[in-house]
């Protein structure tokens, strides 16, 4: 009995020790809440103060302040919480303690931890900025200098009492010249610019919204302010502009504010205002240019837009936004003269080169630059009083797309990356992939198209919405078919191209860190060997998702093992007559898309192509001017290719290639593309027995004839037939008629076609053809007329007339214009 009183006794005191440590944390929790609620109403407004001052944040830090707005939302709730809870309710007390402790503990972390980077952030930038403005001061006090030498004292009327004065006007003018005024610099090009963007602004009364855009760097800004100090402008509008700078993170309340006070001719711009849509347009007077710069967002731009009569506005950005522009100019990069002029200036202080400098090695930096102005001016001014040993190293490495110092790397690259820092995640791993193919050549749209697919994990129409929002942020460009962009043209219509600056800016970004931990292993430009640094490291695996490589000839014994786990995608492009495909090959298990391009004058042959047959979940091949033997295994217990989708076999000598397309090998094949290959006579009976084919499109085939006559075997399987530009093509096989579920069929620029079949009626899911420039086609076959789901058709005039007899509700009948693309011939 003792026993038990003294562990009860033991029990009571732990319980009493328990309960008044409660109780005490119960206490002090009302007089933690009103400390908790002091401090949060001190860092709120320096938070939002931050956020909404018009500096431009970096996604990052603005996540992270967004964070800790909401966290100290909640403790300010909280807090008031604990407030309002009786103190006899101890077990809520308690819970509302601990929740304040926990929130406590995060606000500390943050303080201590992401605030501290953050003000080393700070730094960083001050330093830089400050390089910068130290760097203006320099070139100025230089200039200052020479002037001050031409200068004799004691000359003039004063007896040299206004010399200083005369020489910083001298050095004032001519710097606003060159931050300014680059037209007298640059000459005819940028003088057309200007002219045009004049045209829209003073001629063009009907356009109240216009636009400058253009790529990072291309001199927008610049062009605009010269546009402001046109003689001609400030008269048309009585010097009535408005310049705003407005960035990424802007006030917008206190931008509307000011420009509804200057159009009202009053002062609302310090403040609030009061002014409604009737009370500005009594109010307005006369012409008025408002010029909205470094504009990032749609949504922004429409708050900042004012539809009143005599108010012009001019946006300044590099996004197109086409739907809200009634014109825009898109800045031309510079060309020739104009570009050695510009980096002359920022290199030599003068327009030209100088006697005695190696001129060929100037012109091939200045090539480098690809017209850009900002690139010209600073590669030009970072190479400025250096030694020709240097100029020699920063060729080399501008053609390895590296910084060739550092303030190249801040004041281009970096500046260049504010463009891609803002895009979504997705968009923006969309860019940097682009860096994966050489410079100075187009890109075929169906590899970037299925890359994506494969490693970004999107279907094709949300691939191409990326595609056309980087083309409307001037990150690439588009260089599409006439007929391209409908739901049935083929993606090998449309190219992109992209400017050499902005693929130097992907790769500078996506080699960063250790090369074995990169998601993208590049070589920037064509080498004879694969890059040291790769062979260095080979004794570790690579975690890299896309592999690039550029060389000329690879035999065999010039490959070196690489361990790949985690590659997707491999982009082959070589300059060869003959090539080995890399043995690693069959170390990548997760590849998905292997591309494969030759851009030697003439066709290679690739040898190891039994290696593919290693790739167990590879899903799509492009296989781009080769000489192809067989796409078979000689190996009988080889593994099927159970994934492979797709198969791309452009300018090809493909022989008898396709009779080794067997289904059994390729069991889900889906799509099957043959593009440019002259040799290519007939389509053998083996494909019609490819029951997963959803698509055949043989285009720009000049000899092809003959389709199997067993097409009709694909009528469960084939929605897409693309015959494009088959000359020698004279009829189509009587069993087309039995694809009930084509959906698309294009026997376009098949000038040789006699005729569409007679029982074309069949067809009942038949959507669209393109039947223009077949101009052996005369009329139509009566059985079309039972064609329900026919919904558009493209021809010539001289048979529309014989489609239109049949037209009924929801037809649509088009006459298309001649077109003829030789542009594949440049490649």
């Known amino acids: 009995m003792a026993v038990t009183d003294l562990f009860a006794g033991e029990i009571a005191t732990e319980l009493l020790k328990v309960l008044f440590s409660i109780s005490r944390r119960a206490c002090l929790c009302k007089s933690t809440a009103d400390a908790l609620i002091t401090s949060t109403n001190q860092l709120l407004p320096i938070i939002q103060e931050i956020k909404y001052s018009g500096v431009e944040l970096p996604a990052a830090r603005q996540f992270q302040l967004d964070g800790l707005s909401e966290t100290l939302r909640g403790g300010l709730e909280l807090s008031r919480k604990a407030l309002a809870c009786s103190r006899w309710n101890v077990y809520k007390m308690l819970q509302l303690a601990r929740r304040m402790e926990r929130l406590e503990k995060r606000i500390s972390a943050f303080l201590h931890g992401p605030l501290q980077a953050h003000v080393l952030a700070d730094v960083h930038h001050l330093r830089f900025d400050s390089v910068e403005r130290f760097d203006r001061l320099d070139c100025s006090a230089r200039r200052l200098e020479q002037r001050l030498e031409s200068l004799k004292i004691g000359v003039g009327d004063g007896g040299g009492g206004g010399w200083m004065e005369e020489a910083v006007k001298r050095v004032d003018a001519e710097e606003q010249r060159w931050e300014g005024n680059l037209i007298n610099v640059l000459g005819v090009g940028v003088?057309?610019?200007?002219?045009?963007?004049?045209?829209?602004?003073?001629?063009?009364?009907?356009?109240?919204?216009?636009?400058?855009?253009?790529?990072?760097?291309?001199?927008?800004?610049?062009?605009?302010?010269?546009?402001?100090?046109?003689?001609?402008?400030?008269?048309?509008?009585?010097?009535?502009?408005?310049?705003?700078?407005?960035?990424?993170?802007?006030?917008?309340?206190?931008?509307?504010?000011?420009?509804?006070?200057?159009?009202?001719?009053s002062d609302h711009g310090s403040g609030s205002f009061g002014c409604d849509d009737g009370f500005i347009k009594e109010a307005a007077g006369g012409r008025v240019l408002i010029?909205?710069?470094?504009?990032?967002?749609?949504?922004?731009?429409?708050?900042?837009?004012?539809?009143?009569?005599?108010?012009?506005?001019?946006?300044?950005?590099?996004?197109?936004?086409?739907?809200?522009?009634?014109?825009?100019?898109?800045?031309?990069?510079?060309?020739?003269?104009?570009?050695?002029?510009?980096?002359?200036?920022?290199?030599f202080e003068q327009s030209f080169i100088p006697p005695g400098s190696d001129a060929n090695l100037v012109n091939q930096i200045v090539n480098k630059c690809k017209g850009l102005p900002l690139?010209?001016?600073?590669?030009?001014?970072?190479?400025?009083?250096?030694?020709?040993?240097?100029?020699?190293?920063?060729?080399?490495?501008?053609?390895?797309?590296?910084?060739?110092?550092?303030?190249?790397?801040?004041?281009?690259?970096?500046?260049?990356?504010?463009?891609?820092?803002?895009?979504?995640?997705?968009?923006?791993?969309?860019?940097?992939?682009?860096?994966?193919?050489?410079?100075?050549?187009?890109?075929?749209?169906?590899?970037?198209?299925?890359?994506?697919?494969?490693?970004?994990?999107?279907?094709?129409?949300?691939?191409?919405?990326?595609?056309?929002?980087?083309?409307?942020?001037?990150?690439?460009?588009?260089?599409?078919?006439?007929?391209?962009?409908?739901?049935?043209?083929?993606?090998?219509?449309?190219?992109?191209?992209?400017?050499?600056?902005?693929r130097d800016l992907a790769i500078h970004m996506t080699n960063r860190g250790e090369i074995n931990e990169r998601k993208q292993m590049i070589m920037p430009r064509r080498e004879?060997?694969?890059?040291?640094?790769?062979?260095?490291?080979?004794?570790?695996?690579?975690?890299?998702?896309?592999?690039?490589?550029?060389?000329?000839?690879?035999?065999?014994?010039?490959?070196?093992?690489?361990?790949?786990?985690?590659?997707?995608?491999?982009?082959?492009?070589?300059?060869?007559?003959?090539?080995?495909?890399?043995?690693?090959?069959?170390?990548?298990?997760?590849?998905?898309?292997?591309?494969?391009?030759?851009?030697?004058?003439?066709?290679?042959?690739?040898?190891?192509?039994?290696?593919?047959?290693?790739?167990?979940?590879?899903?799509?091949?492009?296989?781009?001017?080769?000489?192809?033997?067989?796409?078979?295994?000689?190996?009988?217990?080889?593994?099927?290719?159970t994934n492979l989708r797709k198969i791309s076999l452009v300018l090809c000598n493909i022989n008898n290639t396709l009779d080794s397309i067997l289904p059994s090998t390729y069991p889900s094949l889906s799509e099957l593309t043959i593009d440019h290959c002259d040799d290519l006579i007939h389509l053998p009976s083996i494909t019609s027995q490819s029951h997963s084919l959803k698509s055949l499109s043989i285009t720009n085939c000049h000899n092809f004839r003959q389709l199997p006559t067993n097409l009709g075997d694909l009528k469960r399987s084939l929605h897409i037939l693309r015959l494009y530009a088959c000359p020698s093509l004279r009829m189509l096989p009587r069993s087309t008629c039995e694809l009930s579920r084509l959906k698309y069929l294009d026997v376009s620029q098949c000038v040789n076609l006699r005729s569409l079949p007679e029982g074309i009626g069949k067809m009942a899911g038949l959507e669209k053809i393109d039947m223009r420039e077949c101009s052996e086609v005369f009329c139509v076959p009566d059985s079309a007329a039972s064609m329900e789901s026919l919904r558009c058709v493209i021809c010539d005039e001289e048979v529309s007339w014989s489609w239109k007899g049949f037209e009924k509700i929801g037809l649509h009948v088009q006459v298309a214009e001649k077109h003829f693309n030789l542009d594949w011939l440049h490649e």
């Open 375 to 502: 690139a010209l001016k600073v590669i030009g001014s970072a190479l400025r009083g250096q030694p020709e040993m240097y100029w020699a190293s920063a060729k080399k490495r501008l053609s390895r797309g590296e910084p060739i110092c550092e303030s190249h790397e801040n004041k281009l690259l970096d500046r260049m990356a504010i463009s891609v820092q803002f895009l979504p995640k997705k968009v923006r791993d969309c860019f940097l992939d682009l860096g994966s193919f050489p410079e100075d050549k187009k890109i075929p749209l169906d590899v970037l198209i299925n890359m994506w697919v494969e490693i970004h994990d999107v279907d094709e129409e949300e691939a191409f919405a990326i595609l056309v929002e980087l083309a409307d942020k001037n990150l690439l460009t588009l260089v599409k078919d006439a007929r391209a962009g409908d739901l049935y043209s083929s993606y090998h219509d449309i190219s992109v191209s992209q400017h050499d600056v902005l």
């Open 528 to 641: 004879m060997e694969l890059p040291r640094e790769w062979e260095r490291n080979a004794d570790n695996p690579f975690f890299a998702q896309i592999i690039s490589i550029h060389t000329g000839e690879m035999n065999e014994m010039d490959w070196f093992a690489m361990n790949l786990p985690k590659a997707e995608v491999l982009i082959i492009n070589f300059s060869a007559t003959t090539y080995f495909l890399p043995p690693f090959i069959h170390n990548m298990p997760r590849l998905r898309a292997l591309i494969v391009i030759n851009h030697c004058s003439q066709n290679a042959t690739l040898r190891n192509l039994s290696v593919l047959f290693t790739c167990s979940n590879l899903r799509s091949l492009w296989l781009e001017k080769v000489t192809i033997t067989t796409l078979a295994s000689s190996n009988p217990e080889t593994t099927p290719l």
């Open 291 to 347: 010029v909205l710069d470094d504009v990032w967002s749609l949504s922004v731009l429409e708050q900042l837009i004012f539809r009143i009569d005599g108010c012009k506005t001019l946006v300044v950005s590099r996004f197109k936004f086409s739907t809200v522009l009634g014109a825009s100019y898109e800045v031309e990069l510079l060309k020739g003269d104009e570009a050695v002029s510009l980096f002359c200036q920022s290199a």
């Open 191 to 265: 003088a057309e610019g200007k002219k045009r963007v004049k045209e829209m602004v003073i001629e063009r009364d009907e356009l109240g919204i216009v636009g400058i855009c253009g790529i990072g760097g291309s001199g927008k800004t610049t062009l605009a302010t010269d546009l402001c100090r046109d003689d001609e402008v400030r008269c048309h509008f009585k010097n009535r502009i408005l310049f705003l700078t407005i960035s990424q993170s802007p006030d917008v309340e206190q931008l509307r504010a000011k420009i509804l006070g200057f159009i009202a001719e």
